[in-house]
């Protein structure tokens, strides 16, 4: 096992709701710590970039309106594989084939508004976390 890093993002349809404490106690109590936080809203361009993989996928233009449709809390998470780990307590894409207790099977509301994202692999951690945050703004 090793300490590792990755990036996580609560979307619009979470942050509508009013439950990223509920979410953020999901990722704390799955053993990863908020080692950097904010509140920001995306313009398009940001959403665009930070999501360039998908561009040529059918859903990206809808991706990016939705990204972009109301404030994002995004955070390093750290952990023992944290990359893994996040994906575990984050549950499948679509929420109707999440396994119980994770945050999709409890808040997403569909597979698009599917409440927070997380990096695949250490290697695109890096590469999101560079993205998103100033190495003075990761206070571990
Ligand atoms: P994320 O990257 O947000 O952590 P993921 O890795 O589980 O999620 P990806 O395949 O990377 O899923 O897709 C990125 C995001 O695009 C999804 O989280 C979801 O919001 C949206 N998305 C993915 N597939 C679809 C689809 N078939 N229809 C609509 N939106 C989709
Ligand atoms: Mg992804």
């Known amino acids: 096992m ?17 439950i ?7 990722l704390e109590g799955a053993g990863l710590r908020v080692i950097a936080q904010k509140r920001v809203k ?9 999501y360039e993989v998908h561009k040529e996928r059918p859903f990206y233009n809808d991706l990016v309106a939705f990204m972009t449709s109301g404030p994002i809390v995004m955070q390093v998470l750290e ?13 499948a894409t679509n929420p109707q084939e999440a396994d ?7 808040f997403a509301e569909n597979i698009e508004r599917n409440s927070v994202h997380g990096s695949d692999s250490a290697e695109n ?6 993205l998103c945050f100033d190495e003075s703004e990761i206070v571990g």
Do not use: C, H, Y
């Not at 090793?2 to 009013?18: G, H, Q, Y």
């Not at 951690?125 to 560079?130: F, Q, R, S, T, V």
């Open 79 to 91: 952990g023992e594989d944290a990359v893994a780990r996040n994906r575990e307590v984050m549950g």
């Open 125 to 130: 951690a890096a590469i999101e976390i560079a």
């Open 2 to 18: 090793a300490l590792e890093r990755t990036l996580s993002m609560i979307k619009p349809d979470a942050t509508a709701r009013n």
């Open 42 to 50: 995306w313009s398009e361009a940001q959403a665009q970039k930070f």
């Open 20 to 26: 990223t404490g509920a979410i953020i106690a999901k």
């Open 100 to 106: 119980e207790g994770t945050i999709r099977a409890e």
